[in-house]
């Protein structure tokens, strides 16, 4: 199999019953009864998910703006790119990413382009993010977003490229869409540049919408 030939495909297995035993504000748990290959049934626990986007910002310094937030379930101040959940159902991912960077960091910018999509754990949960390279940043206009809650006592820096790598490979970041991002952001740029990026408005199967 060559690079040109791998790639992710839609299956969908049967699905002999489904139930709900958990509904949270923002998720919810769902177990299904899931037909294998050789007849037999078997259960799969898993959170369903809205979806989320992230945004990779990078200023013309070639830094990329962070922001350090508290994340009760692994206990720690994790350092990550602005991000946010797909409020609407069907709500358009650019719209969405366009709003997180201003609310988190207060900042605009003139270049968007899909750096690339995820699925966080599929394993466990169904969420799906697709991480933007936002780039021609300035200053947001008006007043700033009235944080609350974790949000409060976020800390934001820019952050050069290369010190990022060093701490992921180093493993002293963790944050998903941080590693994933600062990654693919430095691959883009060796490979065939931010200009061969899919648009902003790229079709997404996983959280389909409408331009």
Known sequence: ???STIKD???EWEVRSTRTPFRGKKTSIRTDDVVMPDGSVASRDYQVHPGSVAVLAL???GRVLVIRQYRHPVREKLWEI???LLDVPGENPLHAAQRELYEEAHVK???WRVLTDVYT???GCDEAVRIFLARDLSEAAGERFEVEDEEADMELARVPVADLVRGV???DLHNNCLVVGVLALVAAERGDGFDALRPAQAPWPARPFEA
Do not use: R
Request: glycine share 24%.
């Open 1 to 3: 199999m060559t690079g």
């Open 9 to 11: 495909t839609p299956e």
């Open 59 to 61: 200023d013309g310094e």
């Open 82 to 84: 602005p991000a946010g």
């Open 109 to 111: 910018a003139e270049d």
């Open 121 to 123: 754990t599929p394993g």
């Open 169 to 171: 490979l180093a493993g």
